[in-house]
């Protein structure tokens, strides 16, 4: 702004000289031109026009006046030494003085007008434009509040199912227990079938926790809260991750410190893990997985980055979505839930990916909430 005024106060002074020199310049000729020459002060008089148009272009009304006036009084000696030999131009030479006056008013006038009107429509166009910018934040909050109605939507949809699917795979799931056990009652440990009968009891209470886990995630967490060390959690996450990573060429690298903080665990670590999946999925060729975690001020901030294939930009404004997947054999609930348990929480996930270059979740708690909630 201020690089803006000293220019334009350097421009003015500038024009400003221009007219100045130029009122200079042909009063110099005329008093310097023998008065025997009187076609060359015609010439010189008309030349007089150029600073009156041009004060009145650059500095307004006020401009043409005070340049009119200046080529009066400074001509008007000239005139005067003129009266007796060329008496008979006098009037002439009055009446141009007198034009000079005209010219300068009306041509200050015209370009006052005009720069009021640019002032207005700048005004205008500026005015439009913040109403421009509001209309798009509205309409940009109003296409977040639709997606996030249609994602709540689909919640819905699947808290009914699920809730129809608990009735129908209970029911069958308890009745394939009680088989299980009836069928290895009276059997040696030794019998084959006695084994078969244990794995069939162990993998149907396997799909029952499964089931739990999952209506667990639509009726909400439980607020259980319990004090852990940022190193001890993500230690544990990269524990349970290490037999996929090893197969798949990746390494882990846990960044955090024994910083303890008091949060609902479960539902956490449910969602890094499931981050954690992704991020391994994403690297079928190989790469780091990097875990990090730290507490700040006021939020509880943890990270999970992948040096995999990245997310198109087009793909990333869905990957929150309900049954929105790339994968063939993707169910598309996995970030989905994911986003739904850290919101619980009281905290935010954001997704920072390009297509080629990895992708890095970002999950913070803040720490107002998780007083306010669950101490």
Not at 108 to 128: F, I, P, V
Not at 256 to 270: E, F, G, I, S
Not at 301 to 312: K, S
């Amino acid at each position: 702004m201020i690089k803006r005024s000293w220019s334009d106060w350097l421009a003015r002074h500038h024009r400003l000289l221009l007219v100045v020199s130029l009122i200079l310049l042909v009063t110099v000729l005329h008093y310097f031109t023998s008065t025997l020459h009187a076609p060359f002060h015609d010439i010189y008089r008309r030349l007089y026009y150029l600073p009156i148009v041009l004060g009145g272009v650059w500095f307004g009304l006020r401009g043409g006046l005070f340049a009119a006036v200046s080529v009066s009084l400074l001509y008007l000696p000239h005139m005067l030494l003129q009266l007796v030999p060329f008496h008979g131009d006098l009037l002439e030479q009055v009446l141009e003085m007198l034009l000079y006056h005209v010219v300068g008013g009306i041509t200050g006038l015209l370009s006052q007008r005009e720069r009021h009107q640019q002032k207005l429509y700048q005004q205008t166009a500026e005015r439009l434009e913040r109403s421009y910018a509001q209309l798009r934040k509205q309409a940009d909050e109003l296409l977040a509040a639709e997606m996030e109605l249609r994602r709540k939507e689909r919640f819905s949809t699947l808290g009914e199912m699920s809730a129809g699917l608990a009735h129908e795979i209970r029911n069958p799931l308890g009745s394939i227990r009680m088989a299980a056990e009836v069928v290895t009652e009276g059997l040696n440990e030794d019998d084959q079938r006695f084994e078969f009968g244990r794995i069939l009891q162990k993998e149907s209470q396997r799909l029952n926790n499964v089931l739990e886990e999952f209506l667990g995630v639509i009726r909400g967490p439980v607020e259980e809260t319990e004090e852990v060390a940022l190193a001890e959690m993500l230690g544990q996450l990269k524990l349970q991750l290490s037999a996929d990573a090893d197969k798949a060429g990746i390494s882990i690298v846990v960044e955090t410190d024994d910083t303890r903080v008091r949060l609902v665990v479960a539902p956490l670590k449910q969602a890094l893990l499931n981050l954690a999946q992704n991020a391994l999925q994403a690297m079928s060729g190989g790469g780091i997985l990097t875990l990090m975690a730290q507490r700040t001020e006021k939020q509880v901030e943890i990270r999970v980055t992948d040096t995999g294939e990245g997310i198109n930009a087009d793909d990333l404004e869905q990957i929150f979505t309900p049954f929105y997947t790339t994968r063939e054999e993707g169910t598309g609930l996995g970030l989905a839930i994911t986003q739904r348990l850290i919101q619980r929480l009281g905290g935010e996930l954001l997704v920072d990916s390009q297509s080629g270059h990895g992708t890095s979740f970002n999950v913070s708690i803040p720490l107002s909430a998780e007083k306010k909630v669950y101490e």
